[in-house]
């Protein structure tokens, strides 16, 4: 029974960004959250809307982003509408978490991780 929702789940049909998280739309959305981060961590979400893991992990990046407002700031990437933006970033799998800091790739995580290893890359470059 369990194995059958867990499919339900990862294999339902698209869902559109229902959350606060803002979505980076395009070459100059990713722009500006690139010269935000000269003066605050980013954190990006590339997902897809079809990713079981990717909507696991959304309400997780999302509380975290909430409690670190003041030093982080998240947007999400749907990989599938921006394929040009998910090859700067060499997306090979998702979910994946790109921190930026001094418009430079400073740490990665691809699939589910535990909430540490996410509020733990936030310590590290935010002290």
């Known amino acids: 029974m369990l194995l059958g929702a867990l499919m339900i789940f990862s294999c339902g049909g698209g869902e559109k960004n229902s959350s606060k998280i803002p979505l980076i739309n395009g070459q100059q959305d990713m722009d500006k959250a690139m010269e935000l981060s000269t003066t605050r961590l980013v954190m990006l979400d590339l997902y897809a ?5 990717c909507r696991m992990l959304s309400p997780t990046l999302e509380a975290i982003a909430e409690e670190n ?20 970033f060499n997306v090979s799998g998702i979910p994946l978490v790109v921190f930026i800091k001094n418009k430079q790739v400073v740490n990665s995580l691809t699939g589910l991780n535990p909430r540490e290893a996410y509020l733990q890359t936030i310590l590290d470059y935010t002290r």
């Open 69 to 88: 407002k003041d030093r982080v700031s998240l947007y999400k990437v749907n990989v599938d509408n921006q394929p040009t933006i998910a090859r700067q």
């Open 49 to 53: 809307d079809w990713c079981g893991p």
